[in-house]
């Protein structure tokens, strides 16, 4: 049965914590791949850009010609999920970008980044989402962004007791401000994964 075949995703390996996202997608049975170039790209059903530094991952996906088959995967309805610097490259504003900052694009947010500012760079909370049910999803926020605005096609997955939203989704591009691929909870990369087989 072809549905029944490992899913083949790639993980974005320019920069950042792609060795985690590659274990979580292993451990449940993905054919999950890094990609540093145009033709490993263009063999994956889905990709994962990972949490780390989105200036650098800017940066490097323009050097290594990665940048335009990225946004022509996202516009052909590749799924995608971005966590972290991922959800800042596959926003279409970003807030507090460095100049000449870039992203991607596809989802119709704002997003500003390192948004907890420099008292709360990091912290761990727990989030009620009800796309993945119970028990509560426990996020890791590192100098995190938040989604300030979205437009009306954009679903909020989750958000913080003050409303800030941290979860989002659009089509097939999913967006998490937090780094679910540190905790052990694989159910942001099940969901994930159900969108690559169905896509
Ligand atoms: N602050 C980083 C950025 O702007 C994101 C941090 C992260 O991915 N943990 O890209």
């Known amino acids: 049965m072809a549905g029944s075949a490992a899913p083949v995703v790639g993980v974005l390996a320019l920069q950042g914590d792609f060795r985690e996202h590659i274990a979580v997608l292993h451990s449940l049975g993905a054919d999950a791949r890094p990609i540093r170039r145009p033709e490993e790209?263009?063999?994956?059903a889905g990709l994962v850009i990972p949490g780390g530094e989105s200036t650098v991952m800017d940066k490097l996906s323009r050097a290594f010609g990665l940048a335009e088959p990225l946004k022509a995967a996202i516009s052909?309805?590749?799924p995608v999920y971005g966590t972290c610097a991922g959800l800042i490259m596959i926003a279409d504003r970003v807030l507090d970008a460095i100049e000449g900052q870039q992203s991607l694009g596809g989802l119709d947010i704002s997003v500003r980044r390192n948004a907890f500012g420099s008292q709360l760079d990091s912290f761990e909370t727990d989030l009620d989402i009800p796309v993945l049910g119970d028990p509560p999803v426990h996020a890791v926020f590192i100098r995190a962004p938040i989604v300030?605005?979205?437009?009306g096609g954009v679903r909020a997955l989750a958000s913080?007791?003050?409303?800030?939203i941290v979860a989002?989704?659009?089509g097939n591009l999913l967006g998490t401000s937090f780094h679910p691929e540190m905790t052990g909870d694989t159910r942001f990369h099940e969901y994930f994964l159900g969108?690559?087989?169905?896509?």
């Open 41 to 44: 790209l263009a063999e994956v």
């Open 76 to 78: 052909s309805g590749m």
């Open 148 to 151: 300030e605005d979205a437009g």
């Open 160 to 164: 913080l007791g003050d409303g800030r």
């Open 168 to 170: 989002v989704e659009q």
């Open 195 to 199: 969108r690559v087989r169905s896509a």
